[in-house]
């Protein structure tokens, strides 16, 4: 390979080529970023639930750990589960407005076809939305050419920081009078995470990143649109109404 790591001070975000030294004698010392004249990465001594406090608080520092300086490769499993999380969540929703003892629905409740129509939809709406993020951003870069664009890493940033969807799953199964509230409070704390991502890999403004993620909304409510506006066949396929 023979290409050099690039690493990310987490402080200032300038360019790093290694976050510890080894010494011979089994001595390790944080390298210290000579533009900031602050450890380049302090997580790389801290336990794994910091880094996940400070990663839940948003704070860009350890944004920068997770997203340069680790090979963190989990987005796409992450993904395949919260969109299972989702599927699950929008699929006992759809079974709690029926409230019905007929034999008949008994039976169709435990067919999964419906389930899979839920994580199909969840899917297509997640790609809109990745996808309206990611057209954003390069048309952005590619009008003002002031960066290079590294799209699979802003793929990855946002696959990660959807982490928060994991909490649907807690929500439906303690089921209360204040769910609405929390799908809500969920639904922003992700999109948080998203522009805080967004911010950090293209060091960025936070307004510009809020714009994004905006944008990417759009494009996820269009395809919502676009699927409840389908044929009554598809519809009753995938158990929109
Ligand atoms: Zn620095």
Redesign the pocket.
Known sequence: MGKVQDFR??????N?TELHRDYSNGILKITI??????P?DKYIEYDPVIILIDAILCKTQAFRHILFNTSLNIHWKLCVFCLLCEAYLRWSLLHSSEQSSDPADLIRYTKEWEFYGMFLLASLELSAFCGGVLLVVWLLVSCLQSQSLELGLLLKGLLLSSYGKVLLVPTVIWEHDYSPLCLALIKLFVLTSNCQAIRVILNCSRRLSILTVCLGLLCETGVVQVCSSLPSGFKELLRFE
């Open positions: 001070c987490v402080e200032c975000n300038e790093a970023c000579e533009s900031c004249q602050k380049v």
